[in-house]
């Protein structure tokens, strides 16, 4: 242990001036068994660490095969080592310049035992959640409607919230959110998403039931709705439709639905492009809005992220394609599209990028940086900047 006498002589051989120091010297000593192993470093920003203050944790998530994420309730974190040149020491109790009474006149020695070290620490960087594997899991064992005539359903490849939790790097919050967007349901504790077929019957009951009864599709009555279709399927499965599918509203203590015309639209077009390599978009248009119930009115707009259209062919046609079936990571995304088309206009690629933009950043920020321009009939058109594997 060092004394006072033993540190002011090591100042002034190191030629520093005790006046210019703290008056709180701290004597640094190794404790037993000290490893660089034992500890790890974390930077949180103050979002986090009133997060960690207020009880909340923070959660690692990722297969074997995976990059670790963190995670809290609502966001998701990419986890990268940064090296540092300084030696980062642990001592506990060790105090700050801000935290200790420094209005003494005279100096005095405070021993402190380092209980590891370190020279790197986890830096998070905010990311998107990696969520296609949430559909993917779900799509193991989809639901396809109540079991028939005795028949046993199948009761594997089923997930539970804490199921999906540990398997999906994302937050929980951002979870709930895409099992919401992907229109998956709990079913006896674990979450289902639709069987596609089964899904458009569920609608196409609905709309059915709306035209044969001459409603308004921003008026539909709950109860009514239920009475009418619970013989043909479960009364909570055409709920889950309308939530799907419209806004709930209650007037004079009378439960109703809007129906919400683009996702009408959307599903219908989906429905018939299903099937079909390539179709004829002038015919494609005419059978779509005979599909959809009366009063709503079908726009390209509505198909932007689940069909591409190529106007360049004679006739001009529609194809489906949608973002969620796309590559996650950025590079592969861009590789993908460039391999199926050479060129893209700016209107045509954006709703195939949007989901990869980060925090304050824009589509035609990542296509700068992913593609270049050009100059086609007078239209900007974007090509790839590296070599496009096959």
């Known amino acids: 242990m060092r004394t006072l006498e033993e540190v002011q002589a090591t100042l002034e051989i190191a030629k520093l001036k005790e006046e210019d120091l703290q008056k709180t010297i701290h004597c640094l000593s190794f404790g037993e068994s000290v490893s660089s192993a034992d500890y790890c470093l974390m930077e949180l920003d103050d979002v986090l660490c009133k997060h960690i203050e207020a009880g909340q944790s923070l959660v690692i998530r990722g297969d074997k095969d995976e990059h670790a994420v963190l995670c809290s309730g609502d966001k998701t974190f990419d986890l990268k080592i940064a090296d540092t040149s300084n030696l980062l020491l642990f001592v506990p109790g060790c105090r700050t310049p801000e935290q200790l009474n420094n209005s003494q006149d005279i100096s005095h020695v405070v021993h402190a035992q380092i209980w590891g070290f370190c020279n790197s620490y986890w830096e998070l960087r905010k990311q998107r959640p990696k969520l296609k594997k949430l559909k993917k899991l779900l799509m193991e064992n989809p639901y396809e409607g109540p079991a028939i005539g005795g028949q046993e359903e199948n009761m594997e490849n089923r997930y539970t919230m804490q199921d999906l939790l540990e398997r999906v790097q994302a937050s929980e919050k951002e979870i709930k959110n895409h099992l919401e967007t992907i229109h998956a349901c709990q079913i006896?504790?674990?979450?289902?998403?639709?069987?596609?077929?089964?899904?458009?019957?569920?609608?196409g009951h609905v709309t059915q039931l709306v035209d044969s009864e001459s409603w308004s599709f921003s008026r539909v009555p709950l109860q009514t709705s239920l009475d009418?279709?619970?013989?043909?399927?479960?009364?909570?499965?055409?709920?889950h439709c309308l939530n799907c599918y419209g806004k709930r509203y209650t007037e004079n203590d009378v439960v109703f639905y809007a129906l919400h015309e683009d996702k009408v639209c959307r599903a219908m077009a989906l429905l018939l492009l299903q099937n079909a390599v390539k179709f004829n978009l002038r015919e494609f248009q005419e059978v779509w809005q005979q599909s959809v119930p009366e009063g709503m009115n079908t726009r390209l707009e509505q198909l932007k992220s689940v069909a591409l259209l190529d106007r360049t062919s004679q006739p001009q046609t529609i194809c489906l394609l949608r973002v969620e079936d796309l590559p996650e990571d950025t590079l592969e995304r861009f590789n993908h599209l460039f391999t199926l088309r050479e060129k893209w206009t700016e209107d045509d690629i954006t709703p195939y990028i949007q989901d990869l933009c980060g925090e304050k950043q824009t589509a035609g920020a990542l296509l700068t940086k992913h593609a270049r321009s050009s100059m086609q009939n007078g239209i900007k058109v974007f090509n790839s900047r590296r070599p496009v594997a096959p």
């Open 228 to 239: 009418e279709l619970s013989p043909l399927e479960p009364k909570e499965m055409i709920e």
């Open 188 to 203: 006896d504790g674990h979450w289902r998403v639709l069987d596609f077929d089964y899904e458009m019957k569920l609608l």
